[in-house]
């Protein structure tokens, strides 16, 4: 029995050993960090995240992303800028032809506006006999009853012939007597350009002001408005994008009677937004977005649209922006009808950098750090504080970190996963056979005993 006594003894050591192991984190375990500055009053803090740990961290959710106090790591939580929200509807708006040369000081001469109470358009009349109403010049748009700011205006006509293309300007007044100039030339058109069908109909303009004055050139030729609208884009469309412009190369196994190109965005960021450059002017083609997280995953298809670079009256008309359900995916594919062109366009990415947050828990310095292959994503309650704090309370609670030029911590060498002998795992599953023997030597001994006391 006397060597049962080392064996048990080893079966206690081995779960200490096992927990010793499991050494805490410090910021040299990390490829690369950032110093954080804080004020020191708030409790938690927060900062948008630099591109730069988009590229650099190894997970992409960035679940090998630690921010660190002097000594140890503080909870933290990385979340989106902004919340989706239900898009609001487009609604129309009333508009009113003129006819005849516009004056600096406002409306065309002639011509006698009433306005009611509120500020809305009640009717437009020639003040003399003898205004000539068949030329329509521009158009005045009230937008006194829109609720909120629109971003845009959708325009709709007819009387055009089988392609049609104008350039118009837009300007905005309070009292349609002083006028600004908000877009000074953008492009509408309706046209069949090389198979494929182009409409372009929106203006992107906010409309802060009551009323609006849309130049119309297309008038002498008969083409009149039948309607406008005014939209509104989501919070998280309307926040301005960053955005990666990515040059491709061409993909040696295309789809039959198709050209692919192939893009690295050498990163892992939020991508919601997509936009591509034609390199030759008056070109247009049908496109299919291809995106994957990794070079071994599948394809997964992101979006087909229309890319389009042409002149019309002196005026560019791009194609534009695509707007997409979010993906962290580095790899991105572009595929379109083979035409012969040999370069490839530019694939333009717009990101919104998330914001983390975290708690200023023990002594200065604070330090992000990221970059570590292998690690497990941290399991932090920083969220349901949050959560629990109504907007305006957290804008109070909530400091803003200053973040500082990346410094080299482990260095690239964390980034690559680490070969270990698991040593770790023979021990349990020698202390686990151990154990068996022991056990079975334990009931080897009883039974003897047993049998000695039957004699």
Same mark, same amino acid.
């Given at each position: 029995?006397?060597?049962?006594?080392?064996?048990?003894?080893?079966?206690?050591?081995?779960?200490?050993?096992?927990?010793?192991?499991?050494?805490?984190?410090?910021?040299?375990?990390?490829?690369?960090?950032?110093?954080?500055?804080?004020?020191?009053?708030?409790?938690?803090?927060?900062?948008?995240?630099?591109?730069?740990?988009?590229?650099?961290?190894?997970?992409?959710?960035?679940?090998?992303?630690?921010?660190?106090?002097?000594?140890?790591?503080?909870?933290?939580?990385?979340?989106?800028?902004?919340?989706?929200?239900?898009?609001?509807?487009?609604?129309?708006?009333?508009?009113?032809?003129?006819?005849?040369?516009? @004056?600096?000081?406002?409306?065309?001469?002639?011509?006698?506006?009433?306005?009611?109470?509120?500020?809305?358009?009640?009717?437009?009349?020639?003040?003399?006999?003898?205004?000539?109403?068949?030329?329509?010049?521009?158009?005045?748009?009230?937008?006194?009853?829109? @609720?909120?700011?629109?971003?845009?205006?959708?325009? *709709?006509?007819?009387?055009?012939?089988?392609? *049609?293309?104008?350039?118009?300007?837009?300007?905005?007044?309070?009292?349609?007597?002083?006028?600004?100039?908000?877009?000074?030339?953008?492009?509408?058109?309706?046209?069949?350009?090389?198979?494929?069908?182009?409409?372009?109909?929106?203006?992107?303009?906010?409309?802060?002001?009551?009323?609006?004055?849309?130049?119309?050139?297309?008038?002498?030729?008969?083409?009149?408005?039948?309607?406008?609208?005014?939209?509104?884009?989501?919070?998280?469309?309307?926040?301005?994008?960053?955005?990666?412009?990515?040059?491709?190369?061409?993909?040696?196994?295309?789809?039959?009677?198709?050209?692919?190109?192939?893009?690295?965005?050498?990163?892992?960021?939020?991508?919601?937004?997509?936009?591509?450059?034609?390199?030759?002017?008056?070109?247009?083609?049908?496109?299919?977005?291809?995106?994957?997280?990794?070079?071994?995953?599948?394809?997964?298809?992101?979006?087909?649209?229309?890319?389009?670079?042409?002149?019309?009256?002196?005026?560019?008309?791009?194609?534009?922006?695509?707007?997409?359900?979010?993906?962290?995916?580095?790899?991105?594919?572009?595929?379109?009808?083979?035409?012969?062109?040999?370069?490839?366009?530019?694939?333009?990415?717009?990101?919104?950098?998330? @914001?983390?947050?975290?708690?200023?828990?023990?002594?200065?310095? *604070?330090?992000?750090?990221?970059?570590?292959?292998?690690?497990?994503?941290?399991?932090?309650?920083?969220?349901?504080?949050?959560?629990?704090?109504?907007?305006?309370?957290?804008?109070?609670?909530?400091?803003?970190?200053?973040?500082?030029?990346?410094?080299?911590?482990?260095?690239?060498?964390?980034?690559?996963?680490?070969? @270990?002998?698991?040593?770790?795992?023979?021990?349990?599953?020698?202390?686990?056979?151990?154990?068996?023997?022991?056990?079975?030597?334990?009931?080897?001994?009883? *039974?003897?005993?047993?049998?000695?006391?039957?004699?």
């Amino acid at each position: 029995m006397k060597f049962l006594i080392p064996a048990l003894v080893l079966l206690v050591i081995l779960p200490g050993l096992s927990a010793a192991e499991q050494k805490p984190l410090v910021r040299e375990d990390f490829a690369f960090g950032m110093d954080l500055t804080i004020n020191g009053r708030n409790a938690i803090y927060s900062l948008l995240m630099p591109a730069q740990v988009y590229q650099d961290c190894v997970r992409s959710d960035l679940g090998d992303l630690r921010v660190f106090n002097a000594s140890n790591p503080v909870p933290h939580l990385l979340r989106p800028q902004l919340e989706k929200e239900n898009m609001r509807p487009a609604q129309a708006v009333p508009f009113f032809p003129l006819s005849g040369n516009l @004056e600096e000081s406002g409306s065309p001469p002639g011509l006698r506006i009433s306005i009611g109470h509120n500020g809305t358009i009640i009717s437009l009349r020639p003040s003399r006999v003898g205004i000539s109403r068949k030329t329509v010049t521009a158009y005045l748009i009230d937008a006194s009853g829109l @609720e909120q700011q629109a971003d845009w205006l959708e325009l *709709f006509w007819s009387g055009q012939e089988q392609n *049609f293309s104008t350039s118009v300007r837009v300007e905005s007044s309070q009292d349609l007597n002083s006028w600004k100039t908000v877009v000074h030339s953008t492009a509408l058109a309706e046209l069949d350009f090389g198979g494929q069908r182009l409409v372009r109909r929106r203006i992107r303009v906010r409309i802060k002001g009551q009323y609006l004055r849309i130049s119309w050139p297309s008038g002498k030729d008969g083409v009149t408005l039948s309607a406008i609208r005014a939209g509104y884009d989501r919070k998280e469309q309307a926040r301005s994008r960053t955005v990666i412009s990515l040059k491709g190369t061409r993909d040696p196994k295309p789809a039959p009677g198709r050209i692919s190109y192939l893009y690295d965005s050498h990163g892992f960021f939020p991508v919601d937004q997509l936009h591509i450059r034609l390199p030759q002017k008056n070109s247009l083609a049908r496109t299919t977005i291809f995106s994957k997280a990794n070079e071994q995953a599948p394809w997964r298809r992101r979006a087909s649209l229309l890319a389009y670079q042409l002149m019309l009256d002196g005026t560019s008309l791009a194609s534009e922006i695509q707007n997409i359900n979010s993906t962290r995916d580095r790899f991105w594919r572009l595929e379109m009808e083979d035409t012969g062109g040999s370069e490839p366009p530019v694939l333009e990415l717009g990101w919104l950098p998330g @914001e983390l947050v975290f708690m200023a828990q023990g002594d200065e310095p *604070f330090t992000l750090a990221y970059g570590r292959a292998g690690l497990a994503r941290a399991r932090y309650e920083v969220d349901r504080l949050l959560a629990a704090l109504d907007p305006l309370r957290e804008k109070k609670l909530v400091g803003e970190a200053r973040v500082g030029k990346q410094i080299l911590l482990g260095g690239e060498d964390m980034l690559v996963p680490a070969v @270990e002998i698991p040593w770790k795992r023979w021990l349990l599953w020698v202390g686990l056979i151990l154990g068996v023997l022991v056990v079975g030597i334990m009931a080897l001994q009883l *039974f003897r005993e047993m049998q000695r006391e039957k004699e």
